[in-house]
Nanobody, 115 residues
Framework: VQLQASGGGLVQAGESLRLSCAVSGITCPIMGWYRQAPGKQRELVATISSGGTSNYADSVKGRFTISRDNRKNTVFLLMDSLKFEDKAVYYC????????????WGHGTQVTVSS
């Protein structure tokens, strides 16, 4: 199983970035993005089911959009109006909550926002 994330980088506040994560070797009923800032715990950013139902952290609602391409087993995160506090390492996630339960993580991609 591999989760290959890409799209991170350095941007100025107010700009946009689009993250991608291609999954191979497993299907993902739920795909999502989490992030971890220095000194903080990993937190949920957004998730999306195979049927397209999405869920967002309050801190990103209205600014971030999660989507997925089921044929390509890929999840995207479009991040608009980035803020300094969005700076973190972003991890993609693939999970199944019914038996057999599993969860897989990507390696993380750095997002840096300069104020």
């Amino acid at each position: 199983v591999q989760l290959q994330a890409s799209g991170g980088g350095l941007v100025q506040a107010g700009e946009s970035l689009r993250l991608s994560c291609a999954v191979s070797g497993i299907t993902c009923p739920i795909m999502g993005w989490y992030r971890q800032a220095p000194g903080k715990q990993r937190e949920l950013v957004a998730t999306i089911s195979s049927g397209g139902t999405s869920n967002y952290a309050d801190s990103v609602k209205g600014r971030f959009t999660i989507s997925r391409d089921n044929r390509k087993n890929t999840v995207f995160l479009l991040m608009d109006s980035l803020k300094f506090e969005d700076k973190a390492v972003y991890y993609c996630n693939c999970k199944r909550q019914l038996k057999p339960v599993y969860t897989y993580w990507g390696h993380g991609t750095q997002v840096t926002v300069s104020s």
